[in-house]
């Protein structure tokens, strides 16, 4: 894809509160390797969009929030790859449009706005069957463009880690790069997801259906943790935010508030708690998702003006 580069992957050591000496732990950084197509969804992007050349689509359609880190990475690559985007939004249409939407309308996404009812039912197929006969013949990605081929994508992920670990951890919305990584890892290493949504137990569920249709190996080497939610998709706190300055002022390495925020509070915690063995080694994925931040300036100044 355009204007990738993957040697800016790199594997770097960092530090957290609760480091102590028994306990190594690195930072894959995804979030390097493009300025907009960043992180897992560039992986999750390259083997669909191959797919979608093969079959002459000329236009990618897909789904997602108003604030969506896959919106704006599928306006990029759709654009960098000489594909049409249509993005359907879910809820009402907001002028000004958020930094998010304007980029993916400024690479040539048109949008679409489908009440939550509606969009809700998106992955029926009598709404395809809608979608085919108002938008023509589109390569349709599902929301978070998780399917079998970003699998594919994200196992890749594992091919830039240029050291030996015990655990891979990584943050999960719909769970494509997670199941992705799992079936990349071999020998008795161990993948620990962190969900960003509340409520999220059926993503086991989901994980492994994904795993199972893309690989013949049984697997039985990850967890997901549900402990580090912050009460939800998209819900941050004063806690959480405080922890992300800290590691940005040690590490020199900014994390969005959504999903790897999160997660590296999760490992931290758990390093307190000495839930890894002493001499682990622990390889965190940095995913991106910094664009995310923008969106969410004034929901993090509310939550410091108030005490
Ligand atoms: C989309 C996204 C995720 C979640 O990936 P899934 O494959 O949907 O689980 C994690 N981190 C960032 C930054 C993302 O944008």
Redesign the pocket.
Known sequence: MNNVDLTKSITQKIILPNSNNNIEVYLQREDLIHPFIS???YY?LKYNLEKAKEKNKETILTFGGAYS??IHAVSAAAKSFGFKSIGIIRGEEYKPLNPTLQFAVDNGMKLYYLDRKTYRNRTEKSFREEIAKQFGDVYILPE?G?NEL?LKG?AEILQNIKIDFEYLCA????????AGLITGLYDSKKAIGFSSLKGGEYLSGTISELISNSSIRKFDNWIINHDYHFGGFAKISRELIEFVNWFKDNNNIQL?L???GKMMFGINDMISKKYFPSNSRIVAIH???LQGLTGMKSKIEKIFSTK
């Open positions: 992180g897992n969804k999750k880190n896959h978070g998780t970003a994200t943050p999960v919305g719909s769970g494509g790069t997670l969005d959504i999903y790897n995913t991106g998702g």
